[in-house]
């Protein structure tokens, strides 16, 4: 299934708790140990983009407001 | 990877309540959500202007920074006297208090009871996450049978320290108070139903229906000596036998808001 939407982690205020990669329910997110913040943190980001519903769960669970959900407006049928 | 292209809708930001610095809450710490759902409250309510809220004296010493509204700080455990106090010199203005549970439940005891008894116009966010977080994870007054703090290291002896006081049903006894809940913050679906109940104790405010509280069950990650995700595990596992969620006070008037 496409993805509905995605979500923008704002890395000023993630601070690696992974409890929005803990809730995911598709496995979207993880956090990425590829990478530090200005912080010091391993941010979370997007591993499975095609999952993700834009369902919310993540954002409302992150404990620093980090996270920004966009969702797909519906596309007009063609022809 | 992400598709830009196509035109979206946010679904989901950070509430406008909400100041943009960063907290010094530990990670994952759940004072972060309560107060991100304090904010959303306020902003969907249009009540950012006309807020005050009142800090307490505990982790949350500085949540003054950390929204976009008029603040104070109370004296430990004095938050619910300084509330009465701005409430009735302004009646008009949306006035809260952000407590702890060593501040509300300990050395405030005294103060939220007597605000509750008489009634006061105040809504109150009463984090309990069984410990003092501030000063290093002493035990609390909230603190569960056998929990090991770093005051009660061979864990808490009902015999010798009590029992855990339950605040949503101790203040739901008194007359004057008229909606108190209790809520946690351990998952999307609770934390769902927590951003509701902040919502209707501003509402009963906002209608002059009384004292409103709604009782939190948070985290401790740091003091209680796991990782944020265990931690939410605990709550759920451990706290919630002895903190049942619940309305433990609607009153008729307060029965009939409709969110
Ligand atoms: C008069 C006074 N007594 C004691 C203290 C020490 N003290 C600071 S915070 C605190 C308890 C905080 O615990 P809680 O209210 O549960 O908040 P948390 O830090 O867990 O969020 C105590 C006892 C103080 N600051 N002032
Ligand atoms: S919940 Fe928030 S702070 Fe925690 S890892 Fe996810 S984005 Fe970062
Ligand atoms: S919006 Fe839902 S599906 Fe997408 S990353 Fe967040 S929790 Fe996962
Ligand atoms: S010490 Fe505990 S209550 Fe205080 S910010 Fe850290 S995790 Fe939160």
């Not at chain 2, 959500?33 to 006309?50: F, K, P």
């Not at chain 2, 003054?64 to 008009?92: C, Q, S, W």
């Not at chain 2, 006061?120 to 929990?147: D, H, K, R, W």
Request: charged share 20%; with cysteine; glycine share 8%.
């Amino acid at each position: 299934m496409p993805a509905k939407g995605y979500i923008i982690v704002n890395e000023l205020y993630c601070k690696a708790c992974e409890l929005c990669v803990t809730d995911c329910p598709h496995e979207v997110l993880a956090l990425d140990m590829e990478r530090l913040t200005s912080r010091g943190y391993h941010p979370a980001h997007m591993v499975k983009p095609e999952a993700c519903t834009a369902c919310s769960i993540c954002a409302v669970v992150c404990p620093d407001a980090a996270i920004t959900v966009h969702r797909y407006e519906k596309q007009k049928a063609e022809g | 990877m992400v598709v830009t292209d196509i035109p979206t809708k946010i679904v989901y930001e950070r509430p406008e309540a909400l100041d943009p610095r960063v907290t010094h809450y530990c990670p994952g710490c759940t004072h972060g959500v309560a107060h991100r759902l304090v904010a959303e409250a306020l902003d969907e309510m249009g009540e950012v202007e006309n807020t005050i809220g009142v800090a307490s004296v505990g982790c949350s010493v500085f949540a003054y920074n950390y929204f976009n509204i008029d603040f104070v700080e109370a004296a430990h455990g004095r938050a619910p006297a300084m509330a009465t106090g701005i409430k009735r010199v302004l009646p008009d203005r949306l006035v809260f208090t952000y407590q702890g549970d060593g501040d509300l439940a300990s050395i405030g005891m005294g103060e939220i009871v007597g605000a509750a008894s008489r009634g006061e116009q105040i809504t109150v966010i009463f984090i309990n996450n069984a410990t003092y977080g501030m000063t290093g994870g002493q035990m609390a007054p909230t603190s569960l049978p056998g929990q090991v703090t770093s005051s009660s290291p061979t864990g808490r002896d009902v015999t010798r320290q009590g029992h855990p006081i339950q605040t949503a049903e101790l203040l739901s006894t008194l007359t004057g108070s008229s909606y108190i809940v209790r809520r946690s913050l351990h998952n999307f679906r609770e934390t769902r139903r927590a951003k509701k109940a902040i919502r209707t104790a501003f509402e009963v405010q906002k209608q002059g229906l009384g004292f409103s509280l709604v009782e939190l069950l948070s985290n401790c990650p740091t003091n209680w000596g796991m990782s944020a995700v265990e931690s939410r595990d605990w709550i759920e596992e451990r706290m919630l036998a002895f903190y049942p969620l619940g309305d433990y006070k609607v009153s008729s008037a307060v029965a009939d808001i409709k969110i």
